[in-house]
Each structure stands twice: as structure tokens, then as C-alpha cells.
């Protein structure tokens, strides 16, 4: 579906001009690649890479010309391939004919649990979520200055305050947050001492290379494995997002072997380092 995206940006902005069709059409300077015997024009082309890049032709690199082109070629390769599917799509606009076509190939409505209940399977590891804990730090410079923060916190003093007040983590002024975290995220001496912790608690003073640390759990989060029904619609949207992409490739492939797509470097207003195939004007007679 990533493809997609690309393709609606080119079709609706970018109306191809008429030009003379075959090889013949080569010989125009304006013609930059051909799609089987279609030409394409560079100031199509430069519309495109001005909607795509918010940049005219001229200003952008070789590199990001040639890459755009490819894209650019391919999308409308894709429209081409639409055009020219059988049955013929009913949809009125070229989006909803395209839309038709690439869920025709994708077999999007013949997704069944069974396709769901195997994709679910074989991915346990999305729907397996582990304990979290939610943790602060305070880096302090000795152990006694840990301990006396320590001491503060479980006298009622506002974590956030002390933090400011002593701590040399990086983000003390802020409280020293972590964000979460799984058990294997945390240094051994470190998980021992905070993972037995409820929220509130607190780790007594552990050292370390750079300070002496104390810790707060903020939150924890039990683990928990996301039921078959309840990743139903992520399986769904993800599944057809699948077979979409597949499907485009697929048809790419296909209308590659049909029609043949060539850049003219002779005409192309930058050096093409993009992997077109390069018609050659000498074989036009």
C-alpha cells in the first residue's frame, strides 16, 4: 500500500500530455522514456517531481531525479496496466478503477478467518505483550548523597523537587523519567532490585560506573497475550495491506514483460543513474 500512496499524488496531479505514440516519438527532444509506445513528457515529469519534492526539476539532485523517474514510471506503468485490465473495472474515476483492480488481484474480500487465524499464528511474538515497568531515576554522585534522597522521597518530599534538587541524571529537571520498560531492557543489577518493586516503590542506593543510582517505579504493567478476536481488525488491515502490496508488485512485473519501459538519457536534463532499461535513438530509423 506504500506504493499507493505515491501513484494517487501522480495521478491526479499529473494529466500526461498528447504526443505522437511509438518509436517514432523518441526522436522528440521533449520525450524523456518511453511505456511501450507511449511517450513521456519531461514536463509532465517535472510536475510530478514538483509535487513530490516542492522542488522544480532543476533543483534536485541526480540521485533524487533518477529515483523520482523510476517511481514516476512505474506509477504510470501501474495506470496503464489498469487501463488495459480485463474484465474492465466499472469504477468512474481512475482512482476507483485502479482501487477495483488491485482488490481484484489482491483477493481482498476472500479473506477468511482461516487466512486470519494463520497470520495470527505465526506471528505470536506481536501479540504477546510482556510485564512493563514504568521507571525514574536519580543519579547521585555518592552513596550517602543517595541515601539522603532516598530519605527525602519516603519522607513525603515530591520526587520531581528532589530530583531537581540533586540528581546529575540528565533529564533531573524533569523528574529523571525512563519511559517503559521490559525486564530484559534493564542491566542485571539493576532488574534485580526494581523488577520485585509495587508502583511507588523504591530501589535502596546501587551503584554504578557514573553515579549511584535510585530508582522509582512509576506504573507496572502486567503481561498479557492479545486474543485472536480482539487482533481481528489489526489482522484484517495488515493482511490486505499485504496481498495490496503483492498485488502491485505483481502487476508491475507482469506489465514489464507487456510493455517496455526505457529512459532516452540523450534528452533527460541530469545523468540518469536510476535502473530503467535506456532506449537507444540509433534504433530508430
Known amino acids: ?125 506481536r501479540w504477546s505483550h510482556p510485564p512493563l515497568v514504568k521507571l525514574s531515576q536519580m543519579i547521585l554522585p555518592t552513596r550517602d548523597a543517595a541515601e539522603a534522597a532516598r530519605r527525602k522521597v519516603l519522607s513525603g518530599a515530591d520526587w520531581e523537587t528532589v530530583s531537581k534538587e540533586m540528581s546529575r541524571a540528565p533529564n533531573a529537571a524533569s523528574g529523571g523519567g525512563l519511559g517503559w520498560l521490559e525486564r530484559t531492557d534493564l542491566p542485571s543489577e539493576f532488574e534485580k532490585a526494581v523488577w520485585g ?18 530508582f522509582r517505579v512509576d506504573e507496572r504493567a502486567d503481561g498479557r497475550v492479545v486474543p485472536f478476536e480482539e487482533a481481528r481488525p489489526a489482522l484484517h488491515l495488515a493482511l490486505a495491506e499485504k496481498r495490496s502490496s503483492e498485488a502491485v508488485a505483481a502487476l508491475l512485473e507482469r506489465s514489464k514483460r507487456r510493455w517496455l519501459v526505457a529512459v532516452i538519457e540523450e534528452h533527460l536534463p541530469f545523468p540518469y543513474v536510476g535502473g530503467a532499461a535506456r532506449f537507444s535513438l540509433d534504433s530508430v530509423p
Open 1 to 125: 500500500m506504500r506504493r499507493l500512496a505515491p501513484l494517487l499524488l501522480a495521478l491526479l496531479l499529473v494529466a500526461p500530455a498528447c504526443a505522437r505514440k511509438g518509436p517514432g516519438a523518441a526522436q522528440s527532444a521533449s520525450v524523456i522514456a518511453l511505456i511501450g509506445d507511449e511517450p513521456v513528457e519531461e514536463e509532465d515529469f517535472g510536475t510530478y517531481v514538483r509535487a513530490a519534492a516542492g522542488a522544480p526539476l532543476v533543483e534536485v539532485s541526480p540521485q533524487v531525479a533518477s529515483s523520482l523517474l523510476d517511481q514516476y514510471l512505474e506509477e504510470r506503468l501501474l495506470q496503464k496496466a489498469v487501463d488495459a485490465a480485463e474484465p474492465v473495472p466499472t469504477g468512474k474515476t481512475a482512482t476507483e478503477r485502479r482501487r477495483e483492480v488491485l482488490a481484484r488481484l489482491a483477493r481482498i474480500e476472500s479473506i477468511t478467518d482461516a487466512d486470519l487465524k494463520a497470520e495470527y499464528v505465526r506471528q505470536p511474538e
Open 197 to 214: 518493586l509495587p508502583a511507588g516503590g523504591l530501589t535502596a542506593p546501587l551503584p554504578a560506573g557514573h553515579g549511584v543510582h535510585v
